[in-house]
T-cell receptor, first 110, second 112 residues
Framework: LAKTTQPISMDSYEGQEVNITCSHN???????ITWYQQFPSQGPRFIIQ?????VTNEVASLFIPADRKSSTLSLPRVSLSDTAVYYC???????????WGAGTKLIIKP | SQTIHQWPATLVQPVGSPLSLECTVE??????LYWYRQAAGRGLQLLFY??????ISSEVPQNLSASRPQDRQFILSSKKLLLSDSGFYLC???????????FGSGTQLSVL
């Protein structure tokens, strides 16, 4: 199962674009990349999922280069409410095989 | 729309006491259900998952057990709590094992 590496913490300011990069060097051919967001004392919330190239939804974009050894979550024009922990997971197509790291604690400042 | 209910939000229990956490899902049928535990500042650890009534898969051998008496009800139990059982417990559901997870609001358990 692919292990992911992401920064422990990041700071940014309101209105900025934030990019969080995740490394998954041993990602398998059939692994997907999924990002979740977690606020304190709440359960994680699904943000976005992709397999290759670029995926965009109303919340974020996910960029995956051709070698798939890394991926970048992009949050456009962040606000204070985007302060949370963001988890990157690289996993086969089955929830019971998810490996959750400590995530990236993103702090947005005014 | 689908909703997931998990209670209580916080719980303080003495060592050696029993535990029962309940999770229910509304608005969907035959969901896949999961129990996770999260230590402070750490990622989530999958404890149990269930693909149907009475079907429980355990991922980590421990002092806990799970049951699914009804289609949309998932219960986490212990006969005798240990200090190491303290943590943030999360219930989740998904349509299939391949679909995204939807989490409850969690239970913060402190065993003293």
């Amino acid at each position: 199962l692919a292990k992911t590496t992401q920064p422990i913490s990041m700071d940014s300011y309101e209105g900025q674009e934030v990019n969080i990069t995740c490394s998954h060097n041993n990602i398998a051919t059939n692994d997907y990349i999924t990002w979740y967001q977690q606020f304190p004392s709440q359960g994680p919330r699904f943000i976005i999922q992709g397999y290759k190239t670029k995926v965009t939804n109303e919340v974020a974009s996910l960029f995956i280069p051709a070698d798939r050894k890394s991926s970048t979550l992009s949050l456009p024009r962040v606000s204070l409410s985007d302060t949370a922990v963001y988890y990157c997971l690289a996993h086969p197509d089955s929830n019971y095989q998810l490996i959750w790291g400590a995530g990236t604690k993103l702090i947005i400042k005014p | 729309s689908q909703t997931i209910h998990q209670w209580p939000a916080t719980l303080v229990q003495p060592v050696g006491s029993p535990l029962s956490l309940e999770c229910t899902v509304e608005g969907t049928s035959n969901p896949n259900l999961y129990w996770y535990r999260q230590a402070a500042g750490r990622g989530l650890q999958l404890l149990f998952y269930s693909v149907g009534i009475g079907q429980i898969s355990s991922e980590v051998p421990q002092n806990l057990s799970a049951s699914r008496p009804q289609d949309r009800q998932f219960i986490l139990s212990s006969k005798k709590l240990l200090l190491s059982d303290s943590g943030f417990y999360l219930c989740a559901w998904s349509d299939t094992l391949e679909e995204k997870l939807f989490f409850g609001s969690g239970t913060q358990l402190s065993v003293l």
